[in-house]
């Protein structure tokens, strides 16, 4: 099944339109800018599952290929193929990732490009704090802490 290409400022129209987004300076702040307890609960399982930084490196992985079996991938990454495979079934549990079988062979790639927006604006959140606290001195955003800014 072929997949729309989605750019980033359509994702953002999109969920302003829907109302998913906050508003800008300057606009009032209704319901329409509340998410939905389901709807908030699906967000929150989306980022626990890629809140494991193995997953996230498999996402990042087969974002690089069409699609790519789970033995290329495990020796991509340096990890076991079991553990792979662990990470992988998880992915597709909750519609990150896609499957398809040849022979004993399984075949994954992302399940769509929202998969890779979402990666990229939040590793784009993510180094865009670590540059503010190196520009401000502020220690807090450093290796040791994953690079997150703790408040």
């Known amino acids: ?3 729309e290409a ?3 400022s359509q994702v953002v129209e999109r969920a302003r339109t829907a109302g998913t987004v906050a508003p800008g300076p300057g606009q009032a702040v209704g ?5 939905a307890v389901a709807d908030a609960a699906r967000i929150a399982a ?3 599952v890629l809140g494991d ?4 490196r498999l996402v990042y992985a087969l974002l690089g290929r ?4 789970v033995g290329e991938l ?10 792979v495979s662990h990470h992988l079934s998880v992915l597709r549990a909750h519609g990150l990732v896609r499957f398809r079988r040849e022979g004993k062979q399984v075949f994954y790639a992302p ?5 890779r927006l979402l990666l990229d604006m939040t590793l784009e959140h993510v180094r865009h704090g670590v540059e503010t606290d190196e520009a401000s001195g502020d220690a807090s955003g450093d290796a040791a802490s994953g690079g997150v800014r703790r408040s």
């Open 74 to 83: 495990a020796a991509h990454l340096g990890m076991s193929e079991s553990n």
């Open 6 to 8: 989605v750019t980033r």
């Open 66 to 69: 069409d699609e790519i079996c």
């Open 31 to 35: 319901r329409r800018s509340e998410v």
């Open 53 to 56: 930084a193995s997953r996230c």
């Open 1 to 3: 099944m072929a997949r």
């Open 111 to 115: 399940d769509d490009d929202h998969i």
């Open 46 to 48: 989306v980022f626990r």
